[in-house]
């Protein structure tokens, strides 16, 4: 099993940053990916962005060039830098962890969300 504590979603205005950080733990394999999908009311959860233990990045088109996911091996934790957020990428967030290499779609444990808010 795998753990996964997200942290850093709230308020922001249109234009503004936040940072999402998710800290895994349990039994994680060497070979793994981790990453961040969302959804946002009436909608499907949809991948934002993953990144594997590698360092190789999958980012949906909607936020490339504004947000940037990278991670911290030793500590098992990736971390979601967004810029110029819009207020379609109002949505709860959700931590994503796949042991294994990665393959498309979202691997098997899930952290709790948090709320992210794009609004004036």
């Known amino acids: 099993q795998v753990q996964l504590v997200e942290s850093g979603g709230g308020l922001v205005q249109p234009g503004g940053s936040l940072r999402l950080s998710c800290a895994a733990s349990?039994?994680?394999?060497?070979?793994?990916?981790m990453g961040w999908y969302r959804q946002a009311p009436g909608k499907q959860r949809e991948l934002v962005a993953v990144?594997?233990?590698?360092?190789?990045?999958t980012y949906a088109d909607s936020v490339k060039g504004r947000f940037t996911i990278s991670r911290d091996n030793a500590k098992n934790t990736v971390f979601l830098q967004m810029n110029s957020l819009k207020p379609e990428d109002t949505a709860v967030y959700y931590c994503n962890h796949r042991n294994g290499p990665w393959v498309p779609g979202p691997g098997a444990y899930w952290g709790q969300g948090t709320q992210v808010t794009v609004s004036s």
């Open positions: 349990g039994s994680i394999f060497s070979i793994n990916a």
């Open positions: 990144i594997t233990n590698g360092g190789a990045t």
